[in-house]
């Protein structure tokens, strides 16, 4: 089957072009860059078989349709992730490219649209510990960017809906694991962890899930979900303590001594967070620590139920993840744990 994969070039994307060539589809990879690892030709095109490399802008619709004509299934990725409270790239990106994207797949005839949307579309502050389909959604103005965007594109995203597209829309947990290029913050914690230099953690817990756990949601939605429907994609609800010790114990490090308590971070946010802005850093914020000092349960359950998703333990998680790092020197675009 031919596909059409936006954001091919990141995290989520690497992994979802691995899964999809696998299973012997016919990708066209649509981003601004080539991801490491498809292919040695200086060309785009030559990025390995079943995948043609070509360049498209989703604030621009005109190279969109040329892009996505000829696919069946088209799998939306691209996103700005942001820990700002305004940022007008992000927001355009995240609901107008949303639009875009739908409505050139709706031009040229896709059958079916699988929008990766994430859990932070739902309002994490007010959900009471829970959040399933059904809970409240991000658009709070006092919400940072990314949460209020990721919630307005899935609106821009039922409009087009509305009009005839087939689309439904996945949400992913915390996203980690292996295979990470790009560097992601969840990733670069366990990482540094592993190499022994973490020695305090902050305390607080989120649900992680396994990239390749997540690709392989995305394939199931577009095979089995319901029109317009969402569907929460969960791994499991772990303390970053837990996951942080894990990570070290891998590699033979120790890991950090204690976790400072969820309360202690929140009733300092405001010192920490414009000390943490003068020195440049955006990890100690309300964008950044909400959802882990809420650590609201996520309900995966209709993931599982409708689509079949099954997503994989922590540990094993865990584990690749430093393997793949631990193997980092055999290739010089990954850092490794030296």
């Not at 059409?4 to 589809?25: I, M, P």
């Not at 394939?219 to 837990?242: D, F, K, P």
């Amino acid at each position: 089957m031919k596909v059409a994969v936006t954001g091919a070039a990141g995290f989520l994307g690497t992994n979802l072009l691995h899964r999809l060539v696998a299973g012997g589809h016919e990708v066209t990879a649509v981003d601004r860059v080539r991801p490491v690892g498809w292919g040695d030709g200086p060309e785009r095109g030559t990025a390995g078989p079943g995948v043609t490399w070509v360049t498209g802008d989703v604030l621009d619709p005109e190279s969109l349709r040329t892009a996505l004509d000829g696919a069946e299934v088209v799998y939306h990725l691209v996103a700005v992730i942001t820990l700002a409270h305004r940022n007008d790239l992000a927001w355009r990106v995240n609901t107008e490219g949303v639009r875009v994207v739908a409505e050139a797949a709706r031009a040229v005839g896709v059958r079916r649209m699988v929008h990766a949307s994430s859990i932070h579309a739902f309002d994490q502050y007010t959900c009471g510990g829970r959040i399933d389909e059904n809970s409240a959604r991000s658009v709070d103005p006092g919400l940072p960017v990314y949460d209020r965007s990721k919630a307005q594109g899935e609106v821009e995203l039922r409009a087009v809906i509305d009009a005839g597209l087939d689309a439904v829309i996945c949400n992913p947990t915390g996203v980690y694991g292996p295979v990470d290029h790009s560097g992601s913050r969840i990733n670069t914690t366990l990482r540094d962890c592993a190499r022994g230099r973490v020695p305090v953690m902050i305390g607080g817990g989120f649900d992680l899930v396994d990239v390749r756990d997540v690709a392989a949601g995305l394939i199931l939605a577009g095979e089995h979900g319901r029109t317009g429907e969402n569907y929460l994609l969960t791994g499991a609800m772990v303390t970053m303590l837990e996951v942080s010790r894990m990570a070290a114990a891998v590699n033979g490090k120790r890991g950090p001594s204690f976790a400072i308590p969820p309360k202690v971070i929140s009733a300092a946010l405001p010192v920490l967070e414009p000390a943490a802005r003068l020195f440049g850093s955006d990890r100690v914020s309300k964008a950044a620590m909400g959802a882990l000092l809420s650590a609201p349960v996520v309900d995966g359950s209709k993931a599982e139920a409708e689509l079949g998703y099954r997503p994989r333990p922590t540990e094993e998680t865990v584990r690749d993840l430093i393997a793949f790092y631990q193997g980092a020197a055999l290739r010089p675009e990954a850092p490794s744990l030296a």
